[in-house]
């Protein structure tokens, strides 16, 4: 049986290499940059008024209050260049500054004391001190041409999109989302929601569940089927999710050690390289890696529902992770808020909660009911703990490591939230 950390390298080195496409912008979002960005141009453009108010030369120092201009023109945004030889000039939010001023009145601080007939200034009187360089955007004070905005593995979010809509990006080089096969393996396992349900029968969770969770971990699901206990259907299965473009295969089930537990043979008849059977972790200890003599990773996850969440979160995810360019994940470090015993000698993974308390502070709240069949728990979970092999109990306040719900997930604080503590199940 292998340890976490040796299985998780044996899993990156068969990794393939991070594969990029150009896409539009407009779908961008949620990629991962394949490329160092930098900037072609300045941001802003030019030199902008911050606020809504008068453009004035200062002469590189000041206008005192009680000065008094007379308004030369009006610049308003999209206006194009525009000299001012003399007065001020009524300007907008955004407009640029006419050349030969040095500085924005907001509104609020200018007096009018003399408007024409269509009501706009004709004159006006300060009464605020007004310095040179007052509300102006320089030009390139947010962005300077040249300057590296975005490295390669980076996940293009709300604020990427806007900053290279800003910099006239149209398109975006970005890592080629990896193709990935779910397979669920159970004769006990129903599918189609609408069919009564027979003897000893139950429905397919795994199916959907890794379907949703993978396609959150900047994967593309190209086939998922559901077979049953029968080697020749599962490898039937597999042929036709790699005729589908699959470069990885995820299945649920039979990879115990039970007589009806197939999938290690049926991929061994078909010469695929057994990295790792069963790894030193609770739950999911049956889990299986392999690889395919035509290339495809091979996931063989157990079949009880949070076995099947931890093989995905803590063995697949780091391989997409890989396979788009990423970083290797660092977990967040916070302490435990109530004590936890486990099994020495073997790496747990618990449900919790990240806890904000009335002071600010943060903790890691482990939650109750862990076994590996229950789906209710998963629910209420938010995160994930880590508790080291060595450990037979951590106490309050030790810290420990967490983990969001997925890898591209963002992790969420819950106010004031209670935690069992006690004893882990020895789950599977």
Sequence with gaps: MIDYEAALAAILRQCRQPQSQSVPLAQALSAVLAENLRSGVCLPPFDNAAMDGFALDTQGGRAEAGSEFAVAGVQVAGDGEVRATAGAWEITTGAR???????????????????????????????????????????????????????????????????????????????????????????????????????????????????????????????????????????????????DGAEMLVSSGAVSRG???????????????????????RPGKP????????????????????????????FVEPALRAMLGMAPERPLRLPLATPCRKRPGIRSHLHAKIVCDASGRLSASVLPQQESFRMMPMLAADAWVVLPEPASSVGQDEWVDVYGLGHLLPLQVTAGAQDAGGEIPDGR
């Design 259 to 281: 007589r009806h537990d197939f999938i290690p043979e049926a991929l061994r008849s078909r010469d695929a390289e057994i990295g790792f059977h069963k790894v030193n972790i």
């Design 97 to 243: 500054i006419p050349q030969g001023l040095d500085a924005v009145a907001p509104s609020e601080q200018v007096q009018a004391t003399a408007s024409g007939s269509d009501g706009h200034p004709q004159r006006i009187r300060l009464v605020a001190d007004v310095a040179a360089g007052s509300n102006i955007r320089r030009r390139g004070e947010d962005l300077a041409a040249g300057a590296e905005i975005m490295r390669a593995g980076q996940l293009l979010q709300a604020p990427q999109v806007m900053l290279l809509a800003a910099l006239g990006v149209s398109h975006a080089n970005v890592a080629r989302r990896p193709r990935v096969a779910i397979i669920v393996s159970g004769r006990e396992l129903v599918g189609d929601p609408a069919q009564a349900l027979g003897q000893g029968q139950i429905r397919d969770s795994n199916g959907p569940f890794l379907h949703a969770r993978l396609l959150a971990a900047g994967a593309d699901v190209v086939y998922r089927g559901m077979v049953a206990d029968d080697p020749a259907e599962f490898l039937s299965a597999v042929e036709q999710a790699i005729a």
């Design 287 to 314: 889990l299986l890696f392999a690889r395919l003599p035509t290339g495809q990773l091979c996931f063989g996850l157990p079949g009880n529902p949070v076995s099947a969440a931890v093989g995905l979160r803590f």
